[in-house]
């Protein structure tokens, strides 16, 4: 079975800022997908960036990226020169590939501070 | 061109009672998924249809059934509701290929049991 873990239940960050969320995950499978979803106050669960297991480089979406530590089982993402609208809960969530069962983890709350 | 949408926003029901969520998913996507968000966490898979047929399900019981119509619309039930049933369920839609499809959100409904 998959599973996903966040370790920062909150994190902040000061406008403009760099700030790292971490993510560990388990699955005994070799083909997967690892994301990281942004769920604002809206509620609207949005996709911000995907990475997929086979690929050993790090996926990148503008202010976005991600560590990608495969052997570590580590899927961290960083958001650089943060801003207002990137508060929000931050999911890490898990595909295994041909499967459409996303398993998420409890989430991080981002403050970002003007 | 319409994201996902969802129906009721919110909903009130007491124990006991029954409940249909409704979602209809993005243009062009035939796959619907439904997860449930208790407060505080990450969304948890409660099934998948495909074809008007449940193709995949999570650890959740009977009470939850769903249902997918020829127009890809899905529905949600749940019965004999209880108070732990109270939490934000949301609609993903996809379109169904060999390997990875990206899934995108409904806003959610917002059901509280009393």
């Known amino acids: 079975a998959q599973t996903v873990t966040q370790s920062q239940p909150e994190m902040s960050v000061q406008e403009a800022e760099t700030v790292t969320l971490s993510c560990t995950y388990d699955t005994s499978e070799s083909d997967y997908y690892l994301f990281w979803y942004k769920q604002p106050p809206s509620r609207q669960m949005i996709l911000v960036i995907r990475?997929?297991?086979?690929?050993?480089q790090n996926a990148t979406e503008n202010r976005f990226s991600v560590n990608f530590q495969k052997a570590a089982k580590s899927f961290s993402l960083k958001i650089s020169d943060s801003q207002l609208g990137d508060a929000a809960m931050y999911f890490c969530a898990s595909l295994q590939g041909g499967s459409e069962k996303l398993v998420f983890g409890k989430g991080t709350k981002l403050t970002v501070n003007p | 061109d319409a994201g996902v949408t969802q129906s009721p926003t919110h909903l009130i029901k007491t124990r006991g009672q029954q409940v249909t969520l409704r979602c209809s998913p993005k243009s062009g996507h035939d796959t619907v998924s439904w997860y449930q968000q208790a407060l505080g966490q990450g969304p948890q898979f409660i099934f998948q249809?495909?074809?008007?047929?449940?193709?995949q399900r999570g650890n959740f019981p009977d009470r939850f059934s769903g249902h997918q119509f020829p127009n890809y619309s899905s529905e949600l039930n749940v019965n004999a509701l209880l108070l732990g049933d109270s939490a934000l369920y949301l609609c993903a839609s996809s379109l169904l290929l060999w390997s990875y499809n990206e899934q995108f959100f409904g806003p959610g409904t917002r059901l509280t049991v009393l």
């Open positions: 249809y495909y074809e008007e047929e449940e193709r």
């Open positions: 990475q997929e297991a086979y690929k050993q």
